[in-house]
């Protein structure tokens, strides 16, 4: 029974199906948000209201020419997708979803925090090698961007993401989704934190204003601009299950995880993580693109000083309450 | 990192147009600029000496998609001078009442390519969504959305009607309000203040160096503007104000650019309020007597100048156009320097570049030694094919017309 | 200066439930306003083959020529892949003999496919007014 929920658990649901399926229409959702607010339709026909364009679009993708650059290292061109892809997938398999472990197990221990949030800083040094081996010049810009963006948004999300881990006491997910489903009040101290991490999470995403590495305008398409047809498919979907393991994790520390066993928890888990993906669409459409200097001042300037400073809300309220 | 040259176009995102910029940069910062232009060239001038004056009013008029409006009536202008014909009170007011129409349509699809330039898609949605209003306006007096056509020689070819008056005036409130809003946004969303302010700074002295014109220079602080420096059709009758930025940057032209808007929005109320009684056209004759002729308007982007030399037939001996975009490109390589990467598109973007507008002759120059020489035809294409075979191509490229032809047969 | 810190948001709420501003084109069509400059069309009964049309179309679109010389038979082309809609045919016209409709969806396959020919008897009627290219129809 348990090796059959292990299978279940990894390739269903939350494994793979669950998250393709569930990514694709996170990316709908977004699309079509992000149109609703610019007054515009979004996606219209594949499926009823355009439910479908996502997978559409990938199927297409999958179908096209794939062109590798001559001078580039073709291994690495061609693996670097499939290693970012399954790099996610992994990531997602830590969120505690459907199963909690009361004990540790191999998707739930003391430290699984740090792990995911590595896990899902991967991805950027991905982007980065793709763009270098592209051997392309905006690709290289890119790449470069990637990396200078990953110094200013990565300290400000770790330190956002520790406060509420030291009020819980606990560096394991589940048990600080735990201790928050006991103590909802004590979520709101982490609101500061909260809002850094959907910011921090959108610089992840690289998505507006801090599209930076693949600004179209400036650098045609940036990292991706040699990649095509599959590999394409295969950073896109990337790029789609990234926000849902991103937004789940925000969910899982700022959120009280999602509690209620099989059909509740699901249940949770969308709405909290469609209430992120809102959020994400909202900033995506309010700003324009910043340029990378002003995103790393920005982010060290008043990211970093004011998750420091979450920490030591969470400090001082962790001695009040003792 | 040592400097390293980098070709910005014929293609790429950020142009709309083919031009080529070659970029120097050192690092993310431009050192070097070479603009090379020819993509696009039409051949409209050559054209314009095998066609009637009347076919060449709609000639001149696809020299530009956005300012349609400004080249006919320069045009026009020009060769009623010629023909030695006054237009009527009433169809001058309609042709620049139709003039400034267009201009708040060009201005408002430039904040949105700004905004677009700067990532700012929402913004850029919005005020092209606005723009519409325009567009319908624009669409109900001439009976097109682009092409208005509404100059003939010797006039205007359409009557505005009361109840047309009508709507333009109520939907002029609406696009007052809206114009408002995006002065607010455009003013005060950091993001994108932060993109626009300081950004490409052009000088007075500079500018003026570099004969800039339109909003490019009066954002720049100098008050240059044809409409009030030399006035043509009703402009000396009509109240308005020539503005101005100190600034010189991007931001400046933004400011500039909305101000006018609202100038355009009074213009047209005191127009359509105040136009006269009477004809909208007279009748002009078919050929015109042997002279020459400059005439000038103030396109959206700046200054337009048409020379017209006419020779007693029905058709002009030579016409020659100088489109604004033209004059700016001084100007823009003296902005780029110095910029980000990420700054290029906008500050290349907010002299509101029309490139084929610009493309008026292309010249063979040999990079090397500076040369320039003329190629017939066949030399051209003889050297395309060296060069095609050179690059390890096939060794004949196959005739469009045989592809065609099997295309044809095929079917 | 006046910085506002996500100026645009609470514009981007009011318009998540408003209707949206683009239309689902190819099902739902707009109407063209009154006096569109669509495709021109001949009304052959009034036509007096001055070919004043033919001389004055900026595009070469319009060609008329003589089927019968013994019937007065005209044949007239008008070559739609070419013209540019700009209605010069229509204010040179003196008779009113051509017009424009409002249709604009002219996308084909094949360009030849766009060619409307009319085959007509020269109509005598006297011109109301003498050919003119540049008097305006009302």
Same mark, same amino acid.
């Given at each position: 029974m348990d090796i059959l929920k292990t299978l279940l658990y990894l390739f269903v649901y939350p494994g793979l199906l669950f998250l393709l399926i569930y990514s694709t229409f996170c990316e709908w959702f977004d699309r079509k948000l992000y149109a609703r607010f610019q007054n515009r339709m979004g996606p219209l026909h594949t499926g009823q209201s355009g439910i479908l364009q996502p997978i559409a679009d990938i199927i297409k993708l999958l179908f096209k020419e794939d062109i590798v650059p001559e001078k580039a290292d073709k291994s690495i061109f061609s693996a670097l997708p499939v290693f970012g892809l399954a790099i996610v997938c992994t990531a997602a398999l830590y969120l505690p979803v459907w199963h909690y472990c009361k004990e540790a197990s191999f998707n739930s221990f003391p430290g699984d925090l740090i792990v995911v949030a590595f896990l899902l800083s991967l991805p950027t040094l991905i982007f980065f090698l793709a763009g270098w081996h592209s051997t392309n010049f905006f690709a290289t810009i890119g790449a470069v961007r990637v990396l200078t963006m990953l110094f200013g948004y990565e300290v400000p999300l770790l330190l956002a993401l520790l406060s509420p881990a030291i009020l819980a006491d606990s560096w394991r997910l589940s048990e600080i989704a735990v201790f928050y489903q006991i103590n909802p009040c004590l979520l709101l101290a982490n609101i500061l934190g909260f809002c850094i991490a959907v910011i921090t999470l959108q610089a992840k995403l690289e998505r507006?204003?801090?599209?930076i590495p693949h600004a179209e305008t400036e650098i045609v398409g940036g990292v991706f601009t040699e990649y095509s047809g599959k590999k394409l498919a295969f950073f896109r979907l990337l790029s789609d299950i990234e926000m849902v393991v991103g937004a789940g994790l925000i969910a899982t520390v700022f959120m009280g995880g999602f509690p209620g066993g099989l059909w509740w928890g699901l249940l949770n888990f969308v709405i909290k993580t469609l209430i992120i993906v809102f959020l994400l669409s909202a900033i995506r459409a309010a700003c324009s693109r910043m340029r990378i200097d002003q995103m790393v001042s920005f982010s060290w300037r008043y990211l970093a000083p004011l998750a420091v400073l979450q920490i030591f809300i969470v400090i001082l309220l962790k001695g009040f309450l003792k | 990192m040592e400097e390293f040259t980098v070709p910005i176009g014929p293609q790429h995102p950020a142009l709309k147009e083919p031009i080529s910029l070659r970029m120097t940069f050192d690092g993310e910062v431009v050192k070097h600029v070479d603009v090379r232009l020819g993509y696009n060239h039409r051949g409209m001038e050559k054209m314009a000496e095998e066609r009637s004056y009347i076919q060449n009013l709609y000639l001149t008029e696809r020299i530009c998609g956005i300012c349609s409006h400004s080249h006919t009536t320069c045009f026009a202008q020009g060769v009623e001078k010629l023909m030695e014909i006054e237009p009527p009170k009433r169809g001058l007011y309609i042709r620049t009442l139709v003039a400034e129409i267009e201009r708040v349509h060009s201005h408002l699809l430039w904040l949105g390519v700004a905004g677009h330039e700067a990532g700012f898609d929402t913004f850029f949605m919005y005020t092209w969504r606005d723009r519409e209003i325009v567009m319908d306006i624009l669409e109900s007096i001439s009976g097109n959305r682009v092409h208005y056509a509404i100059n003939t020689f010797g006039g205007v070819r359409r009557d505005i009607s009361e109840a047309q008056k009508q709507t333009i005036l109520d939907s002029l409130g609406l696009l007052k309000q809206r114009t408002e809003y995006y002065t607010n946004i455009g003013t005060t969303e950091p993001t994108f203040v932060a993109r626009i302010k300081g950004v490409g700074k052009l000088s007075k002295e500079l500018a003026l160096s570099l004969c800039a014109v339109g909003p490019t220079v009066r954002a720049s602080g100098i008050k240059s503007d044809v409409r009030k420096d030399d006035p043509y059709a009703v402009y000396n009758e009509i109240p308005f104000e020539v503005c101005t930025a100190d600034t010189g940057d991007v931001f400046g032209r933004v400011v500039v650019r909305v101000n006018e808007l609202f100038e355009c929005y009074k213009m047209i109320e005191f127009m359509l309020k105040n136009l006269p009684v009477g004809d909208i056209v007279v009748k002009a004759p078919r050929r015109v007597k042997e002279n020459e002729v400059v005439s000038r308007y103030e396109a959206p982007r700046g200054e337009n100048l048409h020379y017209i030399k006419s020779n007693g037939t029905d058709k002009p001996e030579r016409l020659k156009v100088r489109a604004p975009t033209l004059a700016n490109y001084p100007a823009t390589v003296e902005m780029l320097k110095g910029c980000f990467i990420a700054d290029i598109p906008l500050i290349f973007a907010a002299i509101d570049p029309c490139i084929c507008c610009a493309e008026r002759m292309v010249e063979l120059v040999n990079v090397k030694n500076g040369e320039a020489s003329v190629v017939s035809f066949g030399d051209l294409k003889k050297l395309a094919s060296e060069q095609y075979k050179k690059c390890g191509n096939k060794p004949e490229p196959v005739s469009i017309a045989k592809q065609l032809e099997k295309i044809r047969r095929k079917s | 200066m006046k910085i506002q810190i996500l100026a645009f948001l609470p514009e981007l709420l009011k318009h998540l439930f408003r209707k949206t501003a683009t239309v689902d084109y190819p099902f739902q069509k707009l109407v063209a306003p009154e006096g569109f400059r669509g495709t021109p069309v001949l009304y052959p009964e009034k036509c007096i083959v001055c070919k004043a049309c033919v001389r004055d179309c900026p595009a070469e679109a319009l060609e008329i020529v003589s089927v019968s010389e013994t019937e007065k038979k005209f044949k007239m082309t008008i070559h739609n892949d070419r013209c540019v809609h700009c209605a010069q045919c229509v204010d040179s016209c003196p008779t009113d003999a051509m017009g424009m409709n409002k249709e604009f969806e002219l996308a084909v396959f094949d360009r030849h496919n766009l060619k409307i020919e009319y085959v007509y008897v020269k109509s005598t009627p006297a *011109?109301? /007014?003498? *050919? /003119? *290219?540049n008097t305006p129809k009302t």
């Amino acid at each position: 029974m348990d090796i059959l929920k292990t299978l279940l658990y990894l390739f269903v649901y939350p494994g793979l199906l669950f998250l393709l399926i569930y990514s694709t229409f996170c990316e709908w959702f977004d699309r079509k948000l992000y149109a609703r607010f610019q007054n515009r339709m979004g996606p219209l026909h594949t499926g009823q209201s355009g439910i479908l364009q996502p997978i559409a679009d990938i199927i297409k993708l999958l179908f096209k020419e794939d062109i590798v650059p001559e001078k580039a290292d073709k291994s690495i061109f061609s693996a670097l997708p499939v290693f970012g892809l399954a790099i996610v997938c992994t990531a997602a398999l830590y969120l505690p979803v459907w199963h909690y472990c009361k004990e540790a197990s191999f998707n739930s221990f003391p430290g699984d925090l740090i792990v995911v949030a590595f896990l899902l800083s991967l991805p950027t040094l991905i982007f980065f090698l793709a763009g270098w081996h592209s051997t392309n010049f905006f690709a290289t810009i890119g790449a470069v961007r990637v990396l200078t963006m990953l110094f200013g948004y990565e300290v400000p999300l770790l330190l956002a993401l520790l406060s509420p881990a030291i009020l819980a006491d606990s560096w394991r997910l589940s048990e600080i989704a735990v201790f928050y489903q006991i103590n909802p009040c004590l979520l709101l101290a982490n609101i500061l934190g909260f809002c850094i991490a959907v910011i921090t999470l959108q610089a992840k995403l690289e998505r507006v204003p801090f599209d930076i590495p693949h600004a179209e305008t400036e650098i045609v398409g940036g990292v991706f601009t040699e990649y095509s047809g599959k590999k394409l498919a295969f950073f896109r979907l990337l790029s789609d299950i990234e926000m849902v393991v991103g937004a789940g994790l925000i969910a899982t520390v700022f959120m009280g995880g999602f509690p209620g066993g099989l059909w509740w928890g699901l249940l949770n888990f969308v709405i909290k993580t469609l209430i992120i993906v809102f959020l994400l669409s909202a900033i995506r459409a309010a700003c324009s693109r910043m340029r990378i200097d002003q995103m790393v001042s920005f982010s060290w300037r008043y990211l970093a000083p004011l998750a420091v400073l979450q920490i030591f809300i969470v400090i001082l309220l962790k001695g009040f309450l003792k | 990192m040592e400097e390293f040259t980098v070709p910005i176009g014929p293609q790429h995102p950020a142009l709309k147009e083919p031009i080529s910029l070659r970029m120097t940069f050192d690092g993310e910062v431009v050192k070097h600029v070479d603009v090379r232009l020819g993509y696009n060239h039409r051949g409209m001038e050559k054209m314009a000496e095998e066609r009637s004056y009347i076919q060449n009013l709609y000639l001149t008029e696809r020299i530009c998609g956005i300012c349609s409006h400004s080249h006919t009536t320069c045009f026009a202008q020009g060769v009623e001078k010629l023909m030695e014909i006054e237009p009527p009170k009433r169809g001058l007011y309609i042709r620049t009442l139709v003039a400034e129409i267009e201009r708040v349509h060009s201005h408002l699809l430039w904040l949105g390519v700004a905004g677009h330039e700067a990532g700012f898609d929402t913004f850029f949605m919005y005020t092209w969504r606005d723009r519409e209003i325009v567009m319908d306006i624009l669409e109900s007096i001439s009976g097109n959305r682009v092409h208005y056509a509404i100059n003939t020689f010797g006039g205007v070819r359409r009557d505005i009607s009361e109840a047309q008056k009508q709507t333009i005036l109520d939907s002029l409130g609406l696009l007052k309000q809206r114009t408002e809003y995006y002065t607010n946004i455009g003013t005060t969303e950091p993001t994108f203040v932060a993109r626009i302010k300081g950004v490409g700074k052009l000088s007075k002295e500079l500018a003026l160096s570099l004969c800039a014109v339109g909003p490019t220079v009066r954002a720049s602080g100098i008050k240059s503007d044809v409409r009030k420096d030399d006035p043509y059709a009703v402009y000396n009758e009509i109240p308005f104000e020539v503005c101005t930025a100190d600034t010189g940057d991007v931001f400046g032209r933004v400011v500039v650019r909305v101000n006018e808007l609202f100038e355009c929005y009074k213009m047209i109320e005191f127009m359509l309020k105040n136009l006269p009684v009477g004809d909208i056209v007279v009748k002009a004759p078919r050929r015109v007597k042997e002279n020459e002729v400059v005439s000038r308007y103030e396109a959206p982007r700046g200054e337009n100048l048409h020379y017209i030399k006419s020779n007693g037939t029905d058709k002009p001996e030579r016409l020659k156009v100088r489109a604004p975009t033209l004059a700016n490109y001084p100007a823009t390589v003296e902005m780029l320097k110095g910029c980000f990467i990420a700054d290029i598109p906008l500050i290349f973007a907010a002299i509101d570049p029309c490139i084929c507008c610009a493309e008026r002759m292309v010249e063979l120059v040999n990079v090397k030694n500076g040369e320039a020489s003329v190629v017939s035809f066949g030399d051209l294409k003889k050297l395309a094919s060296e060069q095609y075979k050179k690059c390890g191509n096939k060794p004949e490229p196959v005739s469009i017309a045989k592809q065609l032809e099997k295309i044809r047969r095929k079917s | 200066m006046k910085i506002q810190i996500l100026a645009f948001l609470p514009e981007l709420l009011k318009h998540l439930f408003r209707k949206t501003a683009t239309v689902d084109y190819p099902f739902q069509k707009l109407v063209a306003p009154e006096g569109f400059r669509g495709t021109p069309v001949l009304y052959p009964e009034k036509c007096i083959v001055c070919k004043a049309c033919v001389r004055d179309c900026p595009a070469e679109a319009l060609e008329i020529v003589s089927v019968s010389e013994t019937e007065k038979k005209f044949k007239m082309t008008i070559h739609n892949d070419r013209c540019v809609h700009c209605a010069q045919c229509v204010d040179s016209c003196p008779t009113d003999a051509m017009g424009m409709n409002k249709e604009f969806e002219l996308a084909v396959f094949d360009r030849h496919n766009l060619k409307i020919e009319y085959v007509y008897v020269k109509s005598t009627p006297a *011109p109301r /007014t003498t *050919p /003119t *290219p540049n008097t305006p129809k009302t």
